[in-house]
């Protein structure tokens, strides 16, 4: 079913990937994985309160311990710190950010919160004696809740008076009143109330760092199982006042990210400080259940969604308040998440300049939350797919049939947005198409009919979800625009080396995201050489050292781009050497298959190899022409990348257990142009199940007194193979015209499609008992809850 | 303790303490890391091996109580020759890794998986690594991935 574009060559096909032997045979090193003699071992004591004054930590006990080193209070530390620990998003210009420090010095703000910290010739030492550390406290009034927090009843940070860091507004109308002009004049308008849930990103590699330091030589090496080693290396030589060029920093194998190795944490700082500080390798690899607290958390958000529509159902005008959870702290881009949103709360939908978007981000005693799969997107998307189903259930038509009304048409692209933003090229009636043919949408309507019925013990829905992925972060002057602390670039260098095999740096870092495979691929395509013949240097800053890292589905649409420009970069030059040497006129070469041919001269042709060699030989070169074959390229891209598509999901709910049973999924994703389908499939596949997780499973869940009842992955319910379905994927392809490769990311776009696609199908079958909302996780428990309340309480 | 355990065909024996667990005395004591710890609840399976012929949980059990068995790891389920083994293969061909954190617990299981059902249905599959967790690739590779080892 998957609809594909013309290709020559290795590029669009399903090529095996390079990464996979290593890992499938245990030969890739994890970060844990490296052996680092002499190594210290550091364990963090944590604050068991959410919010409490620390009245003096006591150490001696835990350093008289054997194999102790030494064990310190945030206080003993407080002088490492050039700086408190980063957020490189500061969104408003008094956005409130307290000072955040890798161990807490006077109060500790969530369960988890560091305190003070040993270090011990073993892990065992070191966990042993983290246990001796006497820490006293006067707990507080801990804040859990969001409103309560807007209300500042507890303001959980007194040097800055307020729990609320920022509000951050985006309303736009063509002339003032026109929003509130809008709904007055509505025929139609709904409003809702969403809860994005907190979740744990859980990526399956806990995380782990070592910091190897060189006393006399003055470098700096910190391996960390991270997504941002460039970025990383730039924040802890300012954090830390170590000169940046003796910083170095590398990503090992990392085991998946998903945003919760986006960041610059606590124990990073403190394996880097403390190695410097004692001229020894320090290391430290979180515990799972260390992870649940420690690590970022996503999600995390009220959303309040006014529609208003027109007489035909068309969109009018949408209003939309948040309530954005940062947590205790502002970890490196929590404030920007609700803002990667901002934008998409009209999803793919036609939208007047009518639009008026508010959020205020408050603090919590909870563990700080960040960018999770998705950021902002999947929770605009949810709340923009959710609301269109409540607006077609009051207009009475069909979900898909409204949807298709509102679609931006295809011969309006690219399209501007009513933000100003452009979206650079849709189809969304051909996704939808797609999906309902795949998903056999009319007869699960008809079936529908007849299974819905009086007293149905299992009832069926389907649920529609359209979106857009807004990714391949980003164009620097937009990020700039939103006041991010970075540029939206990605850097590439293509070198042929002597014997015609290639070397490609990327400032990419990829984490299970299969760039080896796909960077081969397009160098391949590029410069007619075998996949086989690449090798993709990444993920440590001193072979690769200048790059932004991999997150916002922005590796390829961003640094895959970057690839093909230097291989063109390569091949000019190429181009060069190979008219010098043939006598021809630049001109008149034609490059493919990996040789420069004079255009209507077979017979005269030099092929890559010769010129690689004649290159790295400079024995004759054209005068002024640099030695070897070699280019480097920054590319920043014009605009995002607006990939696309529609999910259909097919769910039947027992309506005495209320338990949920997924009996199809249909994903149709279009993200331009496919360098590797296999891997396409894969990103699918997953974000679709991280989404689905979060539909109907996963929840972090505090209590009052902000205990983590789900520190576990006992309590925290990942999904398991056996509680999700097989997906089908079909695939429409809408080229990216912004970029050569006519490429778009997607890495995110199951996770952003597939929340509201499942919560769209539960509350389907379930609307004939009245059903309009449901919480997430849909748990059984939750459904059986929102069934018996929409009965009257008489089930 | 002095206990001495064979591992991939080659024994190892060293003095340790009653609390190490079989996945420290496989990765730090053996020094062979492709066995993961992903948790510390026994629920994610990323330290799966086979202890006797069996697909065991090895942080779950003392290294101790392997004392005198015999264990396989992910690097010893290869042949010598470097040809992967068919489900290292399987889940090549199949793109049923994506980070490959959770896999070398995943193809330990899986293969142990197919001693038990040679000819599972997809169900099966799907029950019979429900001790595993992957965050990355949403299962329906990795289940692909034993269907097709298994009708080789
Ligand atoms: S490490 Fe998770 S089950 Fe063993
Ligand atoms: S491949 Fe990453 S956890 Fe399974």
Known sequence: ?795 | MEISITINGKAVSADVEPRTLLVQFIRETAGLTGTNIGCDTSSCGACSIHLDGEAVKSCTILAAQADGGSVTTIEGLASADGTLHPMQQAFMENHGLQCGYCTPGMVMAATSLLNDIPNPSEEDVRIGLEGNLCRCTGYHNIVQAVLACANK
């Open chain 1, 1 to 795: 079913m998957t609809m594909t574009h013309e290709t020559t060559g290795v590029l669009g096909t399903r090529m095996l990937r390079k990464e996979d032997p290593a890992l499938l045979t245990g030969e890739a090193r994890f970060t844990a994985d490296l052996a680092i003699p002499g190594a210290l071992h550091l364990a963090v004591i944590r604050s068991p309160y959410a919010r409490a004054r620390i009245v003096s930590v006591d150490t001696s006990a835990a350093r008289a311990h054997a194999g102790v080193r030494a064990a310190y209070s945030g206080a003993d530390l407080a002088d490492l710190w050039a700086g408190p620990m980063p957020c490189a998003w500061p969104v408003t210009a008094d956005m409130k950010n307290p000072a955040h420090l890798p161990l807490a010095v006077s109060q500790a703000n969530y369960v988890g919160d560091g305190v003070a910290c040993v270090i011990a010739e073993t892990a065992e030492a070191a966990r042993d004696a983290a246990e001796l550390v006497d820490v006293v406290y006067e707990p507080l009034e801990a804040v859990i809740d969001l409103e309560d927090a807007v209300s500042d009843r507890v303001v959980i940070h007194d040097e800055i008076g307020t729990n609320k860091s920022y509000t951050w507004d985006l309303k736009v109308e063509e002339q003032e009143g026109d929003v509130d002009a809008a709904f007055a004049a509505a025929t139609y308008t709904v409003k809702e109330r969403y809860i994005q849930q907190r979740l744990i990103p859980a990526a399956m590699e806990p995380r782990a760092i070592v910091a190897v330091p060189q006393p006399f030589g003055g470098d700096m090496t910190l391996y960390s199982a991270t997504q941002i080693p460039h970025i990383l290396k730039v924040m802890v030589a300012l954090t830390l006042g170590i000169p940046e060029h003796q910083m170095r920093v590398i990503a090992p194998s990392v085991g998946g990210g998903f945003g919760s190795k986006l960041n610059v944490y606590a124990e990073e700082l403190l394996c880097v400080a403390l190695a410097r500080k004692h001229n020894l390798p320090v290391r430290w690899t979180e515990t799972r259940s260390e992870g649940c607290q420690a690590t970022i958390h996503g999600r995390g958000q009220i959303q309040d969604i006014e529609l208003a529509a027109d007489a035909n159902g068309r969109l009018t005008a949408v209003r939309v308040r948040l309530i954005g959870d940062m947590g205790a702290y502002l970890q490196l881009v929590t404030p920007g998440v609700p803002l990667l949103g901002a934008f998409l709360y009209a999803g793919v939908y036609e939208l007047p300049k009518a639009y008026d978007f508010s959020c205020t981000s408050v603090f919590t005693n909870m563990t700080p939350t960040d960018a999770y799969r998705g950021a902002g997107r999947p929770e605009a998307t949810y709340a923009i797919e959710r609301a269109m189903d409540s607006l077609a259930a009051t207009i009475g038509i069909d979900p898909l049939e409204l949807r298709r009304r509102n679609f931006i048409p295809t011969d309006k692209y690219p399209y501007e947005a009513f933000t100003g933003l452009v979206y650079d090229s849709g189809n969304h009636d051909g996704a939808a198409t797609l999906a309902a043919e795949l998903v056999g949408y009319d007869a699960i309507r008809a079936q529908q009919k007849t299974q819905n019925v009086d007293g149905a013990k299992r009832r069926l829905g389907i649920g529609v979800s359209t979106y857009f992925e807004m990714c391949g972060l980003a164009p620097s002057r937009v990020l700039a625009s939103l006041n991010y602390g970075a540029g939206g670039w990605e850097a590439a260098t293509v070198r042929v080396l002597p014997t015609n095999k290639i070397q490609v740096v990327t400032g990419a870092s990829p984490h299970g995201q299969g760039h080896e495979t796909a960077w081969s691929m397009i160098v391949a395509d590029k410069l007619g050489v075998a996949p086989e013949d690449v090798d993709v240097l990444h993920s440590d800053t001193a072979i690769s050292p200048l790059g932004l890292d991999t997150y916002g589905s922005r590796s390829l649409a961003v640094g895959g781009v970057a690839i093909a420009m230097a291989c063109d970069k390569v091949i000019d030059k190429a181009r060069e050497i190979a008219a010098h040497q043939l006598e021809a006129n630049p001109d008149d070469l034609e490059f493919a298959g990996g040789a420069f041919t004079v255009a209507g001269s077979p017979d005269r042709s030099m092929p890559l190899a010769a010129i690689a060699f004649e290159a790295f030989t400079a024995h004759n070169l054209p005068d002024g022409l640099e030695p070897n074959l070699e280019a480097h390229t920054t590319y920043d891209p014009p605009n995002f990348s607006w990939p696309f598509g529609t999910h259909m999901c097919v769910v039947e709910v027992d309506v005495e257990t209320g338990e949920i049973e997924v009996l199809k999924y249909v994903a149709v994703d279009d993200c331009g142009n496919q360098v590797n389908p296999l891997i396409v499939d894969g990103q699918v596949h997953g974000g679709i199940i991280q989404g689905l997780a979060q539909a109907l499973f996963e929840e972090a869940v505090f209590d009052s007194d902000g205990n983590l009842r789900t520190s576990t992955l006992a309590d925290y319910l990942v999904p398991a193979a056996s509680d999700v379905p097989s997906i089908v994927t079909g695939h429409t392809v809408t080229p990216s015209p912004t970029n050569q490769l006519g490429v778009k990311g997607v890495g995110e776009a199951g996770t952003i499609a597939s929340t509201p696609a499942v919560i769209n199908a539960v509350v389907d079958a379930l609307s004939g008992l009245g059903v309009r909302n449901m919480p997430m996780p849909a748990s059984p428990n939750t459904v059986w809850s929102v069934i018996n309340a929409a009965q009257g309480g008489s089930q």
